[in-house]
Nanobody, 121 residues
């Protein structure tokens, strides 16, 4: 089971850190990704970190502003979001998969419940 939290309301230019916590499984073996979905839009890939922890991938829209990291001892993956923009407003989801990482959400077997991020202008 995955649980994402840490969302909230922030002004443009501000920062937030999202956490994705796994229970009931060894998270260190999983590739973990963050996706987001804005109202009326499709779910988009944001970032991913492979199970070894050193390789990360980002959507072009967040590259240089967002950082994904993991703490396997805490069974947690983080998404640090800096320089937030109003267009970053969305529900953010974490997802995990044992076999590989992907920019396509259909590849992930496990999903968190989502956390709302709202960036005001």
């Amino acid at each position: 089971q995955l649980q994402a939290y840490g969302g909230g309301l922030v002004q443009a230019g501000g920062s937030l850190r999202l956490s994705c916590v796994a229970s009931g499984r060894t998270f260190s073996s999983y590739n973990v990704a963050w996706f987001r979905q804005a109202p009326g839009k499709e779910r988009d890939f944001v970032a991913a970190i492979v199970w070894r922890g050193s390789t990360t991938f980002y959507a072009d829209s967040v590259k240089g502003r967002f950082t994904v990291s993991r703490d396997n001892a805490k069974n947690t993956v983080y998404l640090r979001m800096n320089s937030l923009k109003p267009e970053d407003t969305a529900v953010y989801y974490c997802a995990a998969d044992l076999s590989s990482w992907s920019r396509d959400g259909i590849s992930y077997d496990h999903w968190g419940q989502g956390t709302q991020v709202t960036v005001s202008s």
